[in-house]
């Protein structure tokens, strides 16, 4: 029987990875030193070593605490009993919302594909998120096929519709060629974005 962890192991456990969330954006990952996370972080290296082996698994911890706290947001209290359009309004003003509006994202994206071609972090966390959000989403999409509120269409080939009409200036935005938009720009895009996820799949 596994043990249930202390909770004030935890709570430590997530200071440290809020601390070198703050440096990984701050300084990159090269710049972010074990020591300058342990200061931050008000401790030894040596207790940071105990909680995370290295750098790379920090930065994984890091990455997953994001998306596992956003996914935790996202669904929580939505009410799936709702039209198709109000829930996936909510759900895609949120990503918008998440991936363009807040900058920690950006950082922490560009801080991940700055060690890809040295690092197995992407793939590791590829690997225990699967999905993630999307394969909630395209469960949705699924059922709502089924009840006759979308066109009788493969779900995958709506996901995919949809997830790139959502990351479509995603990579722009991480090579610095557009700047974060504000909760306006976000607003319209999300508007875009459902308009024409309706015209094409609406039943």
């Known amino acids: 029987m596994q043990a249930t962890p202390n909770p004030s192991t935890q709570k430590r456990r997530q200071h ?12 990159g990952y090269d710049g972010a030193s074990m020591s300058a996370i342990a200061a931050k972080a008000g401790g030894s290296k040596g207790t940071l070593y105990n909680y995370f082996p290295s750098k ?6 890091a990455m997953l605490a994001e998306a596992e706290k956003f996914q935790h947001d996202l669904t929580h209290n939505l009410d799936k009993a709702q039209s198709l359009k109000s829930v996936l309004s909510q759900i895609i003003h949120r990503i918008v919302n998440k991936l363009y509006v807040e900058p920690r994202t950006a950082q922490l994206l560009r801080v991940v594909i700055s060690v890809g071609n040295r690092s197995d972090i992407g793939q590791k966390f590829f690997t225990i998120v699967g999905d993630g959000i999307w394969g909630r989403i395209q469960q949705l999409l699924e059922e709502k096929i089924a009840s006759g509120q979308l066109r009788n269409t493969d779900a995958k080939t709506m996901l995919l519709t949809l ?17 974060n938009f504000n909760k306006e720009q976000a607003e319209q895009r999300s508007e875009r974005i459902l308009e024409a996820f309706f015209k094409q799949f609406e039943a």
């Open 163 to 179: 997830r790139g009409l959502c990351e479509v200036d995603l990579m722009r935005l991480l090579m610095g060629a557009m700047p």
């Open 56 to 61: 790379d698994e920090l930065l994984l911890a």
């Open 16 to 27: 440290i990875i809020n601390s070198a969330t703050e440096i990984f954006c701050e300084h």
